[in-house]
């Protein structure tokens, strides 16, 4: 365990190993996703990241869809 790369005072398990640092659940996001990193298929951030894109993703869509169509599938 170590403490995140921008908050001295969290501890945290999120490790980066293509950047050497850690990050907290807030700061966890992958800084560089355009560079290969040879971690990313066993990386919680990467993963998180993705998670988060998603359900950014899906709160668009639900909001683009006009109002009676929400909630149908």
Same mark, same amino acid.
Do not use: V
């Given at each position: 365990m170590?403490?995140?790369?921008?908050?001295?005072?969290?501890?945290?398990?999120?490790?980066c190993?293509?950047?050497?640092?850690?990050?907290?659940?807030?700061?966890?996001?992958?800084?560089?996703?355009?560079?290969?990193? #040879?971690?990313?298929?066993?990386?919680?951030?990467?993963?998180?990241?993705s998670?988060?894109?998603r359900? #950014?993703? #899906? =709160?668009a869509?639900? =909001?683009? #869809?006009? =109002?009676?169509e929400?909630?149908k599938?």
């Amino acid at each position: 365990m170590g403490t995140c790369r921008n908050h001295e005072d969290r501890e945290t398990k999120l490790w980066c190993a293509k950047n050497y640092y850690y990050l907290c659940d807030e700061c966890a996001d992958c800084y560089s996703p355009e560079m290969h990193c #040879q971690h990313r298929p066993s990386c919680p951030i990467w993963f998180l990241r993705s998670e988060r894109k998603r359900a #950014q993703r #899906q =709160a668009a869509e639900k =909001a683009a #869809q006009p =109002a009676g169509e929400r909630g149908k599938r």
